[in-house]
């Protein structure tokens, strides 16, 4: 394979998105300290907490973590592999687009989990660190709120601006989606599964692992935004389907 005659056939959407993930992952990994401001400005905080902007919805989609090289190079790798078909097929203009929607509903998604989740995870840590029941620890706490606790609202402040997502892995399940209708029985290859496997019954495989991952909770990774990414571009793509649009038909 030559590399340069591949790089020049990946069409323009695809590569510059690529090369902006890249460009900002190498910078903040030579420059650490560039690399947190990034974090803290760019990436993506809770509605309501301190860093929080609403830019944060976009630009977090173009942040990953320096320290796991893995998750950069999982998700330029998938979006390479999808992203440049899926351009020549529907147009740079409705690939951005689509790209863009489902990294933007991903964020939404993961800040309508952390709103409904965070209290009674904060509760839950602060009754394991006392030593107290969460029953106990929720009365203490009503009853602190109510008094206006300064030391308590603080904390919870805090505690709010220490959620944080990063990466493309949201706006890369879309992809893997759209891939999955627009050619749903494309053989597909896993690393560890020797036989192929049809598009659609991967990226479903994908999405239930995803969702049981999110349900169990703990780790680090934002499942319910990867699933937010395939929600809002399983809409996208319904409509694309009523209009006989899905393989390019229409595309500007």
């Known amino acids: 394979m030559n590399f340069s005659n591949t790089w020049r056939g990946i069409p323009p959407v695809t590569k510059n998105i690529i090369i902006i993930n890249v460009a900002i992952w190498l910078v903040g990994m030579i420059i650490p300290s560039f690399g947190r401001v990034l974090y803290d400005k760019l990436g993506l905080h809770m509605f309501g907490a301190d860093l929080f902007n609403p830019i944060q919805l976009v630009t977090y989609m173009f942040l990953h973590d320096e320290s796991n090289v893995l998750h950069i190079l999982f998700n330029m790798f998938t979006l390479w592999m999808f992203g440049r078909i899926l351009e020549q097929v529907w147009g740079s203009k409705r690939f951005f687009m689509f790209y863009m929607v489902c990294g933007i509903g991903a964020a939404l998604v993961q800040e309508a989990v952390w709103m409904l989740t965070w209290q009674a995870d904060y509760i839950s840590e602060l009754a394991r660190i006392n030593g107290l029941t969460v029953d106990h620890t929720r009365a203490l706490l009503d009853k602190a709120l109510a008094a206006g606790d300064h030391d308590l609202l603080s904390g919870m402040a805090q505690y709010k601006s220490s959620f944080l997502t990063v990466g493309a892995s949201g706006a890369i399940f879309g992809l893997l989606l759209g891939f999955a209708m627009t050619f749903p029985n494309m053989p597909l290859y896993l690393f560890f599964i020797p036989v192929p496997i049809k598009a659609k019954y991967m990226v479903i495989g994908y999405a ?43 595309f500007y």
């Open 208 to 250: 239930v692992l995803e969702f049981f991952l999110g349900v169990s909770g703990g780790g680090t990774i934002a499942h319910f935004a990867h699933l937010g990414g395939m929600l809002f571009g399983l809409v996208i793509l319904l409509y694309w389907k009523k209009k006989g649009m899905l393989h390019g038909n229409g």
